[in-house]
């Protein structure tokens, strides 16, 4: 069971990044699924995460209005839209499954993880 992330860069502020997120040995598509991201010295933070049907999402304050997921269940993959970027939004960026669904921005009670692609915004 692997969820692979990738997408990840170098670009400068105001830009935008697509990163994607491909799941295999299991099918995912009744899993909530999340982003979430880690930079130096600091807790896993929660980004977004999106129903298995793809209608309900959950924006942290931080991201709101920038980024943006969506997610292909016939592709078994989740995306994450990141426009707008900043130079806090450097980190390494990682897709999460949970089979239970019930909303949680706690990173622990996500069952499959990414290895996570990096992301630096320059300014």
């Known amino acids: 069971v692997q969820l692979q992330a990738c997408g990840g860069g170098l670009v400068q502020a105001g830009g935008s990044l697509r990163l994607s997120c491909a799941a295999s040995g299991r099918t995912f598509n009744k899993d909530t699924m999340s982003w979430f991201r880690q930079a130096p010295g600091k807790e896993r933070e929660f980004l977004v995460g999106?129903?298995?049907?793809?209608?309900?999402?959950n924006y942290a304050d931080s991201v709101k209005g920038r980024f943006t997921i969506s997610r292909d269940n016939a592709k078994n993959a989740v995306y994450l839209q990141m426009n707008s970027l900043k130079p806090e939004d450097t980190a390494v960026y990682y897709c999460a499954a949970r089979t239970l669904p019930i909303w949680t921005t706690m990173w622990s009670q996500y069952d499959y993880w990414g290895q996570g692609t990096q992301v630096t915004v320059s300014s």
């Open positions: 999106i129903s298995w049907s793809g209608i309900n999402t």
